[in-house]
């Protein structure tokens, strides 16, 4: 046989299909590969978070509640909602620990569950309450996160979140940052369902220190008109709308026999003209 040289084919070096093929392959398996490993660790996450020591939790919530900002904080906003919860940790919640409430001024309508006990109340939210009914909920829904320990399954799974896509793609990957956003848009599912369990909490603790929920829907109808958007900006950017809410919570109470009733009036010191000491 004779041996005839030639050059190379052009395409001897280039993977069949293209860059454009390769590039999809590559990406489509980083996905995939970073979407079985979430809900992989996640679910680790969800088996240790029971096993997770008071004491440990405690330490987590002092870093957390230490990264906080708190300025302009009189005292008398925390001792009042203090009050608040501690006669629903008497009469109705009985939480494993005694749970505290901090207050900070910002125009967050927000209120947040932190490991440890800790209850962190926004000014942005203390204004939007119109009853004492209304300040009761809030603190039971958040009560209800620690029953159910959401707030330390939610940090672990940020944790996780942000460990995968620093390892996968180093930490100012942005192709690392577009998938945790897609993660994180997923999780919310996962977060709204925590938040209408809280509800159903915040609920059964309302009927059971006024012997009905007044005051539960008021609160998200308020927010609801207030906003002027059909609920958008609302209590958490995880939690459901307030439309959602409110029928869910309509639902709930009418399923387990709660009624409505009056409102009892909002402490002054909790209301918006209270002068600063």
């Not at 995939?32 to 008071?54: E, F, M």
């Not at 957390?64 to 904080?73: F, I, N, V």
């Not at 979140?161 to 848009?185: Q, T």
């Amino acid at each position: 046989m004779k041996y005839t040289p030639r050059l190379p084919d052009e395409t001897a070096n280039v993977t069949p299909g293209g860059p454009l093929r390769e590039f999809a392959l590559l990406f489509g398996g980083t996905v995939v590969i970073l979407v079985v490993a979430y809900i992989l660790l996640g679910a680790a996450v969800d088996l240790i978070v029971p096993h997770i020591s008071t004491g440990l939790e405690r330490k987590i919530g002092a870093y957390l509640l230490g990264s906080m900002e708190r300025t302009g904080a009189t005292g008398v906003e925390e001792r009042v909602l203090q009050t608040i919860l501690n006669e629903l940790q008497e009469d109705c919640i009985h939480l494993a620990y005694q749970p505290k409430v901090h207050f900070v001024r910002s125009d967050a309508v927000n209120a947040v569950a932190l490991p440890g006990g800790h209850i962190v109340v926004f000014s942005g939210l203390l204004g939007r309450l119109n009853s004492l009914n209304e300040a009761a909920f809030v603190l039971a829904h958040e009560s209800g996160h620690f029953k159910h320990r959401d707030h330390l399954r939610s940090l672990g799974r940020s944790l996780v979140l942000m460990s995968l896509s620093a390892v996968l793609f180093g930490g100012d990957s942005r192709v690392g940052n577009l998938l945790a956003g897609w993660l994180n848009i997923a999780e919310m599912g996962f977060s709204r369902k925590q938040e209408t369990w809280a509800d159903e909490y915040g609920l059964e603790a309302l009927n059971c220190r006024f012997g009905h929920v007044g005051g539960a829907e008021v609160f998200f109808r308020a927010m609801e008109a207030e906003d002027g958007t059909g609920g958008v900006g609302h209590y958490f950017s995880t939690h459901p709308r307030n439309r959602a809410r409110i029928a869910h919570i309509n639902a709930y109470s009418r399923e387990h026999g709660f009624t409505e009733g009056p409102l009892n009036p909002l402490p002054k010191a909790l209301q918006p003209d209270f002068p600063e000491n």
